[in-house]
């Protein structure tokens, strides 16, 4: 875009356009990030419908039940604790035992022989 925020024709060389580094927020520093991020502890419950799940969250450091607060999944800065919470409450059924292991879905079918001739084969002794 120009300075008027209209789009560039194309017979504009690529050596003509110049990166602006201050259309770009400049880095957080640690202390700023430490001050404004709190650390997970775990992911504890889930509310809401597919797609706009709020998600319970225990924080570390902070052990009083009251403290946990519901988060929507696009304040987390990673998914990792997300994944980890599903991956614990789909990995047990409602009695809390373990699953077992998916029987597989590859079934292989009884071997077929290739004769098309509809001649049957001798079987060699």
């Known amino acids: 875009m120009d300075k008027t925020g209209a789009l560039l024709s194309r017979n504009v060389p690529t ?3 110049i990166y602006k580094a201050a259309a770009n927020p400049a880095p957080t520093s640690s202390s700023d990030f430490t001050e404004n991020h709190y650390e997970i502890q775990a992911v504890l419950d889930h509310k809401g419908s597919p797609g706009h799940y709020l ?5 570390k ?5 009251s403290e946990d607060t519901w988060e929507p999944a696009d304040s987390f800065d ?13 990995g047990t ?3 809390g035992k373990r699953r077992l292991a998916p029987q597989t879905v590859n079934i292989r079918k009884a071997a077929t022989s290739n004769n098309k001739r509809g001649i049957p084969r001798k079987h060699r002794s």
Do not use: L
Request: proline share 3%.
């Open 93 to 95: 059924k409602d009695t």
């Open 15 to 17: 050596h003509h356009i």
């Open 78 to 90: 990673s998914t990792k604790h997300i994944e980890i919470y599903w991956g614990r409450r789909n």
């Open 55 to 59: 998600y319970c969250v225990h924080w």
């Open 61 to 65: 450091g902070y052990d009083d039940p």
